[in-house]
């Protein structure tokens, strides 16, 4: 193959997983989930909790076996190599586990030993990264003593230590207050210019405000994959046309003759503001132009009349609710190895879809992200 053919192929994708299925006893925490993250994608993944997303995380970080299939994480296989994926990930574990009885600084200097960093690239990559997540001021801080927010950006201090090319974060902002996950998505915004992400949230906003494409999980199976106007457009569904206007006796027979309009599903009356009624007329197309021609006709005035697609939070628990309606047997057991009806994925054109840290001694639960540990 010639040299200018080879530039020409392809990046294997960075995060490859094929048929993923994983169980404790007679629990289903994924089931044959399949996905493909590329080179400098954002990615979140956006479920509810119990949804199978922590396992997939820990899966692909090298601290869970799967039950059956396969995953890598940069070319190397997540089982038989994990020693080299562990070398270029971060993982951010959803209860980041520290040193409390530490220094901030103390405490990234170990880190840099397990991941064999020697001592002049540990006295170049420590202010770095602390200066990265904003605790460059409190490097000789007590980890003990520092707030959650604070505790979180360590965590991500030293998730970024082994300069790795893909970020693994779970739940990244469980937790914190209001303020602090203002803060806590911001940074990961700013690390999101320079490395691939994958981000597992059940909190919609971190999602949209962070990742240019969600796959969204429901009981261990990958329910959407795609970009957030993809997702709308896709799974579209429960468009309406927003009707407003003054129609003094008029309000029955506006309801009627607007039901009448070829295309419309349903016209829901959403009441009375002021001297305006409200209707939503349900439909899969825009049909601004023949209400408008109507309401001219009528000599109805109008206050609004708006296209309105369903939101991804909208989408999202729609999603939710058709995977979540039946999963429990009559003892409470999960009923999870059966997929239900209709439970394929959506395919997204252009976004691939599937069928489907650090310890505290240790104090607090979690992933201790030993690069030397197989």
Known sequence: ???AAAHCLPLPPVISVQHL????????AISDLS???EQGEVVGFLGPNGAGKTTCLRILAGFLPATSGGASVAGFDVLKESLEVRRRI???AETVPLYNDQRVEEMLGFQGQLHSLSRSERARRIPA???RVGLLDRRRQMVGHLSRGLRQRVGLAVALLPEPEVLILDEPTSGLDPLQRIEVRGLIQELA???TVLLSSHILPEIEAVCPRVMILSEGRLAADGTHAQLV???GGGSCVRFEAALGAEVQDAQRLLAGIPGAQRVDDRGRLGIHHCFDIQCDEDLREDIGALAAQRGWALRELS???PTLEELFARIALGFDGDRTGPTGASTEESPPPGSAPVQIDGCPSGTGGLGEKPTSGGDFLNPFNS
């Open 1 to 3: 193959m010639g040299l």
């Open 307 to 309: 296209w309105q697609k």
């Open 233 to 235: 457009e896709t799974l």
């Open 21 to 28: 299925t994983r169980r404790f006893g007679s629990l289903t």
């Open 129 to 131: 990264v602390l200066e």
């Open 90 to 92: 971060g993982y951010l």
């Open 35 to 37: 996905f493909e993250i």
């Open 193 to 195: 210019l320079e490395h």
